[in-house]
């Protein structure tokens, strides 16, 4: 089992650009979630998708925005990259959204920069 | 919303020494808790959890009792290895709702 991936590992932008950030969750997960976690800083939740829709959300604006697919791969796309931006973008996947036991799995992230 | 305080760091240990650190949480409903550790330059990867009051959560030597009437969560460690040097977070989660991190506590050990 690969556990949840992510890609790219790294990558560099220019502020004003558009970023996609791609995470493929473990096998057998149907629910991914996405987390900025800035330098220093713990995670702070992004989005959750199940069954391809938005389910959660947190304090990220509209230039924030995801996508599940089928096979509950998700993208994490960022429009009109900040300087603020710059941090490592977490992935997790989990089985059940509904569940407060529900184990979540994490990727290695992406660390984005955005100069 | 939820939240959780945990003790600043970092926390300095020599090899062998004990281990605690707090955590203290807020949220609504009935949370279950984790402690998950972060290893530099990588993701996250759940050291344990417990769901219920009185539960104790154990892994790899580490332990952790979910303290409903203080709202706490301290992590424990009898004794630390060089090996246990990353940054811990702890994240209450309810329902539905995502985790709730913290920012975490660093960990130092020194040979």
């Known amino acids: 089992d690969a556990g949840v991936t992510q890609s790219p590992t790294h990558l560099i932008k220019t502020r004003g650009q558009q970023v996609t950030l791609r995470c493929s969750p473990k096998s057998g997960h149907d629910t991914v979630s996405w987390y900025q976690q800035a330098l220093g800083q713990g995670p702070q939740f992004i989005f959750q998708y199940y069954e391809e829709e938005e389910r959660q959300r947190g304090n990220f604006p509209d230039r924030f925005s995801g996508h599940q697919f089928p096979n509950y791969s998700s993208e994490l796309n960022v429009n009109a990259l900040l300087l603020g931006d710059s941090a490592l973008y977490l992935c997790a996947s989990s089985v059940d959204p509904g569940g407060s036991n529900t184990e979540a799995f994490f990727g290695q992230g992406t660390r984005l920069t955005v100069v | 919303g939820d939240s959780v305080t945990q003790m600043e760091g970092p926390v300095t240990l020599s090899e062998e020494a004990f281990l605690t650190i707090n955590c203290t949480y807020t949220a609504t409903g009935y949370p279950s808790l984790f402690w998950y550790v972060q290893y530099p330059g990588e993701g996250l990867q759940l050291l344990l959890k417990?769901?219920?009051?009185?539960d104790k959560g154990s892994n790899k030597g580490f332990e952790a009792t979910y303290r409903k009437e203080t709202t706490s969560f301290h992590l424990e460690k009898g004794s630390v290895q060089v090996s246990d040097s990353a940054v811990y977070f702890c994240a209450p989660k309810a329902g539905r709702r995502a985790l709730t991190f913290g920012s975490g506590t660093r960990l130092q050990v020194q040979p």
């Open positions: 417990a769901t219920k009051a009185d």
